[in-house]
């Protein structure tokens, strides 16, 4: 049973496409977030939901906006893809707001190519 | 603006020896640390933490350490397995702000 499930997996597209990646947490957790691991691997936090309110929002370019339709799911559009957006995308949960972050639970990460 | 390095893309150790992963930062305001494990296609899981208010902490064979003078903090496996072979990634945080990873430190131990 995935705790934090991400689709798709592996996502391969066209620059200037506009594209969708899922979350959905079957944790019963308050928080959620997303993650961008870029080519240099460091993991950098775009956003976190608590409730389905935004409480983070990250110097993000506004081509990216989350979606929360309840609390668990949180969901990643991204308009007019960039070369620069090529990442794997992680999506996380805890139990509530947390910076103490060992409550986050990741979910397999999406790797987005962008061609 | 990288605030939190790990110099060692990877490591490379024998089975039963000790495993050293080394993390440094520039951040003087961090207060907390964590380390976490990273298997492939799989997301990071948290393995252990440290506050600054300590210099050790141990879970196991899973030992971290903290050097607040020389912004340095290092995580110890000992007996090394080869199911420890994955990527860890060293973090941290100040007080109530997001978490900055580091670049990460692929572990393989050798049987």
């Known amino acids: 049973d995935t705790a934090v499930s991400q689709t798709p997996k592996y996502l391969v597209t066209q620059m200037g496409n506009d594209k969708s990646i899922k979350c959905e947490q079957n944790?019963?957790?308050?928080?959620m977030y997303w993650y961008k691991q870029d080519s240099k691997k460091f993991l950098k936090i775009m956003f976190s939901?608590?409730?389905?309110?935004?409480?983070i929002n990250e110097t993000v370019p506004n081509r990216f906006s989350p979606k929360s339709p309840d609390k668990a799911h949180l969901n990643l559009h991204i308009n007019s893809l960039e070369l620069g957006d090529s990442a794997v995308y992680f999506c996380?949960?805890?139990?509530?707001?947390?910076?103490?972050?060992?409550?986050?639970?990741f979910g397999p990460g999406t790797r987005l190519l962008v061609l | 603006d990288q605030q939190v390095k790990q110099n060692s893309p990877s490591l490379s150790v024998q089975e039963g020896r000790i495993s050293i992963l080394n993390c440094d930062y520039t951040n003087s305001m961090f207060d907390y640390f964590l380390w976490y494990k990273k298997y492939p296609a799989e997301g990071p899981t948290f393995l252990i933490s440290?506050?600054?208010?300590?210099d050790k902490n141990e879970d196991g064979r899973f030992t971290v350490f903290l050097n607040k003078s020389a912004k340095h903090l290092s995580l110890h496996i000992v007996p090394s397995q080869p199911g420890d072979s994955a990527v860890y990634f060293c973090?941290?945080?100040?007080?109530?702000?997001?978490?900055?990873f580091g670049e990460g430190t692929q572990l393989t131990v050798n049987p």
């Open positions: 973090a941290a945080r100040t007080s109530g702000s997001r978490l900055t």
């Open positions: 440290i506050s600054s208010i300590k």
């Open positions: 996380a949960s805890s139990p509530q707001a947390s910076w103490g972050a060992e409550t986050q639970y």
């Open positions: 939901y608590n409730n389905k309110e935004l409480i």
């Open positions: 944790l019963g957790h308050d928080t």
